[in-house]
Structures are given as C-alpha cells and as structure tokens.
C-alpha cells in the first residue's frame, strides 16, 4: 500500500494495512476533514500563541 492512499472509488474512510495499523483514505472528503482539524488546526493555534508570547 502507497504511504498516501487515495481511491475515491472506496468509500471506506479509514482502509486497514496489511501489517496492521489503519491509513486515511484521502479519495474522502472527510479524511481531508479529520486531516485538517487534527493537525494543522492544532499547529496553526500553538503557533500564533507562541508568537504571541514571545511578542
């Protein structure tokens, strides 16, 4: 399985491994959307706080 899977034609969000372990399918929106608000939301709010403290 490529490290990035991405099959619009497999509903299915989270697509198990082989080796066990799940990967996101990002042919989904909602894998963008749990992308997104899992780690860039969370990294763009600890980045400006810490600007803000240390300005």
Do not use: E, Q, S
Not at 23 to 28: R, Y
């Amino acid at each position: 399985m490529a490290a990035l899977y991405r099959d619009p034609r497999d509903k299915r969000v989270f697509v198990p491994k082989p080796g066990g372990g799940v990967v996101l399918n990002f042919g989904h929106p909602i894998a963008w959307t749990i992308l997104v608000c899992t780690t860039i939301v969370p990294f763009a709010i600890v980045a400006a706080v810490t600007l803000a403290v240390i300005l």
